[in-house]
């Protein structure tokens, strides 16, 4: 199966009523522990690969490893996702990449921690849908200020300086035309998102439903989404690891997003502290060991049970096999007759 849209992945998604984990890659092992969860759990896949990722592992190896997980899972619908892109030259730089998705996160200025204005981020988004939906590319934005750091991305905080303003949201969709739409609603990116536990008014998640009520056709997203599961604190505690108590985004807030348009889940911390657990389990029981596919293996394994976990908690398990893809060249000529057209004026009167 050829490399498909996002945009397909989003719109199949949401006909099924399901969310779809979109998994952050840096190396071989997690592109390949992806791939074993959506192998078990027959599922539709978005990998997704920030600026970070694609200095640490450089463009050419990252994008080749992607088209080997895609070469060798022909049943596998597969999306490859700019995660957090902070211009329009790191979007392109990715299209021309071969990715088939850009984020243009225009809520943050280029050196992506000082937020911008309403006016910078329209302008910059839809200079990016411009140039990437007559190639077929799907384009994500995001209005309002996520909190946290990822990546040397964000502008810190707790989430809740700039949570979206539904008008915003509204206006911003039609400005720009984007495919999907990451919206503030209090997470934060990294590890430390929340100091108690959520008990159901930490998120606004009265802002979502009100936001996909007015923008039904736009694809919503949930940044910082990481559950950050006490187990697997635990096994990087119990093991050397120093990590403060902390809470994550509960499972059923994420479910609650889905029933109410949330069709893209982004997903890396809870996969670092599986990845890390599992090496430091290793290194702490076994000092004697030096050969690194002692501790690659279970690390593996360990991220491929938690993608597995994801996967079926979103509702994307079961679902690969359900559509044909769509070439990149019909998705182009869909945006220019204005077939895939989200803009709120025109998409609600089709
Ligand atoms: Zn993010």
């Known amino acids: ?10 719109d199949e998604a949401a006909k099924g009523a399901y969310g779809v984990g979109a998994f952050n890659v840096n190396n071989m092992e997690q592109i390949q522990a992806i791939m074993l969860a959506a192998n078990e759990t027959k599922s539709p896949v978005i990998m997704q690969a920030s600026r970070g ?9 990252l994008y080749h490893l992607m088209l080997a997980a895609n070469e060798l899972n022909p049943g596998i619908p597969m999306a490859f996702h700019q995660d957090h892109g902070n211009s329009f030259e790191t979007c392109k730089s990715a299209i021309e990449l071969g990715f088939t998705s850009v984020m243009m996160d225009g809520s943050l200025r280029e050196d992506g921690k000082t937020p ?6 329209v302008e910059v988004t839809r ?32 989430g809740l300086e700039h949570v979206t303003d539904p008008d915003q949201a ?12 990451a919206i503030a609603i209090g997470t934060s990116h990294g590890a430390y998102k929340f100091t108690r536990k959520p008990d159901g008014s930490v998120l606004k998640m009265n802002i ?7 923008l039904p056709h736009t694809h919503l997203v949930m940044h910082g989404s990481s559950s950050v599961p006490k187990d697997l604190q635990a096994i990087v505690n119990k093991y050397g ?9 509960p499972i059923e807030e994420i479910q609650l997003g889905i029933r109410n348009g949330v069709r893209k889940i982004n997903v890396d911390t809870d996969n670092r502290l599986a990845i890390t657990g599992a090496i430091r389990k290793v290194l702490w029981e076994s000092p004697e060991k030096f050969d690194p596919r002692d501790y690659m293996k279970p690390a593996r394994e360990a991220m491929a049970k938690v993608v597995a976990e994801r996967m079926r908690e979103f509702g994307q398990a079961g679902h690969a096999g359900d559509y044909a893809p769509i070439p990149i060249a019909e998705m182009a000529k869909g945006y220019q007759s204005g077939a895939l057209d989200t803009r709120p004026s025109l998409a609600g009167a089709r």
């Open 208 to 214: 979502l439903i009100e936001i996909h009520k007015r």
């Open 241 to 249: 690891g120093k990590l403060k108590e902390t809470w994550g985004v």
């Open 170 to 181: 509204v206006e911003f969709a039609e400005r720009t035309g984007v495919d999907a739409l």
């Open 116 to 121: 911008s204005t309403f006016e910078e981020n």
């Open 53 to 61: 990722a694609r200095a640490f592992a450089q463009d050419r190896y």
């Open 1 to 10: 199966m050829p490399i498909v849209s996002m945009r397909q992945l989003l």
């Open 127 to 158: 200079r990016v849908v411009e140039f990437a939906h007559p190639r077929g590319i799907t384009v994500e934005g995001e209005i309002g200020v996520l909190g946290g750091v990822e990546d040397g991305h964000g502008a810190g905080g707790t």
